[in-house]
C-alpha cells in the first residue's frame, strides 16, 4: 500500500532522514520506534508531502506521491492524527470531526462515519456540544483519532497518540486502537515511544535512530532483538540474550 524508497531528506543544510527504506501493506498496523529526534515525526510529514525528500521516491496504491501536494495526497487517501492532537480547543467536538470530513459534502456519508467513530468512541456523542479544549487529556486524543477517521482513509499516520497521557489513559487509547484494527478497515502507520505499547497492537515495526532505520521486523522479532530488549523495553543487561 505504501511504499518509501531510499528516501532522504534535509532540514536545510543539515541531513536528516537518510535511505529510508519502510512498505506498510494493507491491513496491517505498522510502528515506527525511535529515541526523541530520530525522525520519526519527520517520516510521517515527508509521506504526507510537508516535508519533501531531496533523494528517493514514496509510492502509495503504486501511485507517486512524493511530489504530490498535501492536499492530493490526504485526498488520495490517508490521513494524520498529529503529535499534541492538532485540534481547535475554541471549536465544539463536533465541529472538530467535521473538519476531518472536509472534502465530503454528503451529509448522509458524514452522518454515517460520525455513528462509526461514536460506536468506536462512545463518550465523544455525549461530548458534541462542548469546546474541545475543555475535554480531558484522553478524550482529546480520542477526538484526533476520530477527526482522522472522518474522511474515511485507506492509511491513517498516527504520532504518538499516548503522548503526555496518564498510563490508564495510555491502556484506553491503545485499546481503541486494537478496535480500529479489528475493524479492517484502516491500515495504520504508529509513531510510538511506548515500544511496549505499540508492539501490543502492531503485526511488524522499524526502529529509527538519527534518521536511520536501524532494524526492522515482526513484532515477536522486535521484542527478542537486543535494541529493543534494552534500549526500548529495558529489560536489564543480564537477562539480554537468553
Ligand atoms: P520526538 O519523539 O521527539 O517527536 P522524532 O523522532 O519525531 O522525535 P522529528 O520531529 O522527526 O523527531 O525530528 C528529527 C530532528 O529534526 C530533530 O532533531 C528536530 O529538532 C529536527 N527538526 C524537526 N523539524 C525541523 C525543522 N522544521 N527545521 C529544522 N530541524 C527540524
Request: hydrophobic fraction near 40%; include cysteine.
Given at each position: 500500500?505504501?511504499?518509501?524508497?531510499?528516501?532522504?531528506?534535509?532540514?536545510?543544510?543539515?541531513?536528516?532522514?537518510?535511505?529510508?527504506?519502510?512498505?506498510?501493506?494493507?491491513?496491517?498496523?505498522?510502528?515506527?520506534?525511535g529515541a526523541n529526534g530520530a525522525g520519526k515525526t519527520t517520516t510521517l510529514k515527508t509521506i504526507?508531502?510537508?516535508?519533501r525528500p531531496v533523494s528517493g521516491t514514496i509510492c502509495f496504491k503504486e501511485q507517486r506521491i512524493d511530489n504530490m501536494p498535501t492536499h492530493r495526497i490526504v485526498a488520495s487517501g490517508i490521513s494524520m492524527v498529529p503529535q499534541g492532537e492538532g485540534l481547535f480547543p475554541k471549536?465544539?467536538?463536533e465541529s472538530n470531526l467535521r473538519l476531518g470530513a472536509y472534502f465530503e459534502r454528503?451529509?448522509?456519508?458524514?452522518?454515517?462515519?460520525?455513528?462509526?467513530?461514536?460506536?468506536?468512541?462512545?463518550?465523544?456523542?455525549?461530548?458534541?456540544?462542548?469546546?474541545?479544549g475543555t475535554l480531558s487529556g484522553g478524550e482529546r486524543t480520542m477526538l484526533s483519532i476520530a477527526r482522522g477517521l472522518l474522511s474515511e482513509p485507506e492509511l491513517i499516520l498516527m504520532d504518538e497518540p499516548s503522548l503526555?497521557?496518564?498510563?490508564?489513559?495510555?491502556?484506553?487509547?491503545?485499546?481503541?486502537?486494537?478496535?480500529?484494527?479489528?475493524?479492517?478497515?484502516?491500515?495504520?502507520?504508529?509513531?510510538?515511544?511506548?515500544?511496549k505499547k505499540a508492539l501490543s497492537v502492531a503485526d511488524r515495526g522499524y526502529i529509527m535512530q538519527k534518521g536511520q532505520i536501524v532494524l526492522e521486523g515482526t513484532t515477536d522479532?522486535?521484542?527478542?532483538?537486543?535494541?529493543?530488549?534494552?534500549?526500548?523495553?529495558?529489560?536489564?543487561?543480564?537477562?539480554?540474550g537468553r
Amino acid at each position: 500500500m505504501l511504499t518509501l524508497t531510499n528516501v532522504s531528506t534535509n532540514y536545510g543544510k543539515i541531513p536528516m532522514l537518510r535511505n529510508v527504506n519502510m512498505r506498510v501493506d494493507p491491513g496491517e498496523v505498522v510502528c515506527i520506534l525511535g529515541a526523541n529526534g530520530a525522525g520519526k515525526t519527520t517520516t510521517l510529514k515527508t509521506i504526507l508531502g510537508l516535508v519533501r525528500p531531496v533523494s528517493g521516491t514514496i509510492c502509495f496504491k503504486e501511485q507517486r506521491i512524493d511530489n504530490m501536494p498535501t492536499h492530493r495526497i490526504v485526498a488520495s487517501g490517508i490521513s494524520m492524527v498529529p503529535q499534541g492532537e492538532g485540534l481547535f480547543p475554541k471549536m465544539t467536538v463536533e465541529s472538530n470531526l467535521r473538519l476531518g470530513a472536509y472534502f465530503e459534502r454528503d451529509e448522509s456519508k458524514i452522518r454515517s462515519r460520525l455513528e462509526r467513530v461514536f460506536g468506536l468512541f462512545p463518550r465523544l456523542r455525549e461530548r458534541l456540544s462542548q469546546k474541545a479544549g475543555t475535554l480531558s487529556g484522553g478524550e482529546r486524543t480520542m477526538l484526533s483519532i476520530a477527526r482522522g477517521l472522518l474522511s474515511e482513509p485507506e492509511l491513517i499516520l498516527m504520532d504518538e497518540p499516548s503522548l503526555g497521557l496518564a498510563p490508564v489513559l495510555v491502556d484506553e487509547v491503545f485499546k481503541s486502537i486494537a478496535q480500529i484494527k479489528a475493524e479492517k478497515k484502516v491500515t495504520i502507520l504508529l509513531v510510538e515511544q511506548n515500544a511496549k505499547k505499540a508492539l501490543s497492537v502492531a503485526d511488524r515495526g522499524y526502529i529509527m535512530q538519527k534518521g536511520q532505520i536501524v532494524l526492522e521486523g515482526t513484532t515477536d522479532e522486535l521484542l527478542n532483538s537486543n535494541i529493543v530488549r534494552q534500549s526500548y523495553l529495558h529489560v536489564e543487561r543480564a537477562k539480554v540474550g537468553r
